[in-house]
Nanobody
Framework: QLHLVESGVGLVRPGGSLRLPCAASGFTFNYYAIGWFRQPPGKVREGDSCISSSGGSTNYADSVKGRFTISRDNAKNTVYLQMNNLKPEDTALYYC???????????????????????WGQGTQVTVSS
């Protein structure tokens, strides 16, 4: 059974940075693409970024390009989301998800939709406020 756990709950000031780890277990981690999603209060879940199984391909939403970086360490079964220059509108619950059983992100140049991913973590809260 796939098991994903996000961490890095944080209150960050605008312009600040935060790194979110997503630790995986229960499956062959390096087989699957992994995505990061956000869900702001009262809104639908939307994709921020996606990384292929090898880490060789990454996709980002336009709203985070140049500010967020997704990476993975397959030896540690962990995917990271480095978030820089955070804005108040980045405040949301952040989720990581595995695109089992596929090694690639759903669409070239796009982080993908929630329904493209089958296994989810429980989410971690990020609040950007002064």
């Amino acid at each position: 059974q796939l098991h994903l756990v996000e961490s890095g709950v944080g209150l960050v000031r605008p312009g600040g940075s935060l790194r979110l780890p997503c630790a995986a277990s229960g499956f062959t981690f390096n087989y699957y693409a992994i995505g990061w999603f956000r869900q702001p209060p009262g809104k639908v879940r939307e994709g921020d970024s996606c990384i292929s199984s090898s880490g060789g391909s990454t996709n980002y939403a336009d709203s985070v390009k140049g500010r967020f970086t997704i990476s993975r360490d397959n030896a540690k079964n962990t995917v990271y989301l480095q978030m820089n220059n955070l804005k108040p509108e980045d405040t949301a619950l952040y989720y990581c998800a595995a695109r089992d059983p596929f090694p690639s992100c759903p669409v070239v140049g796009d982080p993908g939709r929630a329904l493209d991913f089958g296994s989810w973590g429980q989410g971690t809260q990020v609040t950007v406020s002064s």
